[in-house]
């Protein structure tokens, strides 16, 4: 978390991941220009597992609105890819290893940072929330992202 703090006001690093259930590579820059609420999470993790459908209502609810949902998981793909076929989520997921600093030094699951649309780390929480503190979050900074 401290890691992800100390670079708070400053733009988050480009990085590549994959794509699931898909496999492409996509990179974190091809999201400039919207917040990004970032969510680092495992299929292991209880937590993570409950707050997945409510990441998923946000992202149907606002994703017209500039707002993207991406849940990143440091687990191999055919694990994340095995998850994702019993659920019918829309919003990203994606699967990276190893990832710039601000993210591999993040070690509590599930973590959230919210990424404003010039690619400044606006804020992170480190636990699982609702769909209710998810909405107060991202109309909280969107209101201030420049």
């Given at each position: 978390?401290?890691?992800?703090?100390?670079?708070?006001?400053?733009?988050?690093?480009?990085?590549?991941?994959?794509?699931?259930?898909?496999?492409?590579?996509?990179?974190?820059?091809?999201?400039?220009?919207?917040?990004?609420?970032?969510?680092?999470?495992?299929?292991?993790?209880?937590?993570?597992?409950?707050?997945?459908?409510?990441?998923?209502?946000?992202?149907?609810?606002?994703?017209?609105?500039?707002?993207?949902?991406?849940?990143?998981?440091?687990?191999?793909?055919?694990?994340?890819?095995?998850?994702?076929?019993?659920?019918?989520?829309?919003?990203?997921?994606?699967?990276?290893?190893?990832?710039?600093?601000?993210?591999?030094?993040?070690?509590?699951?599930?973590?959230?940072?919210?990424?404003?649309?010039?690619?400044?780390v606006l804020d992170m929480l480190v636990g699982a929330r609702g769909l209710g503190f998810f909405e107060d979050w991202v109309q909280e900074w969107k209101s201030k992202s420049p």
């Amino acid at each position: 978390m401290d890691a992800v703090l100390a670079n708070k006001q400053k733009t988050f690093p480009d990085f590549s991941f994959a794509l699931s259930p898909e496999g492409q590579t996509a990179r974190f820059s091809d999201y400039r220009g919207k917040i990004v609420l970032l969510n680092l999470w495992a299929t292991w993790c209880p937590p993570c597992r409950r707050e997945m459908p409510d990441l998923d209502a946000l992202h149907r609810k606002y994703r017209d609105s500039g707002i993207v949902v991406l849940a990143l998981s440091d687990e191999d793909r055919a694990t994340v890819d095995a998850y994702l076929k019993k659920h019918d989520f829309q919003f990203i997921v994606g699967t990276y290893q190893g990832g710039p600093e601000t993210i591999s030094a993040v070690n509590t699951r599930p973590s959230s940072i919210l990424i404003g649309k010039d690619g400044q780390v606006l804020d992170m929480l480190v636990g699982a929330r609702g769909l209710g503190f998810f909405e107060d979050w991202v109309q909280e900074w969107k209101s201030k992202s420049p």
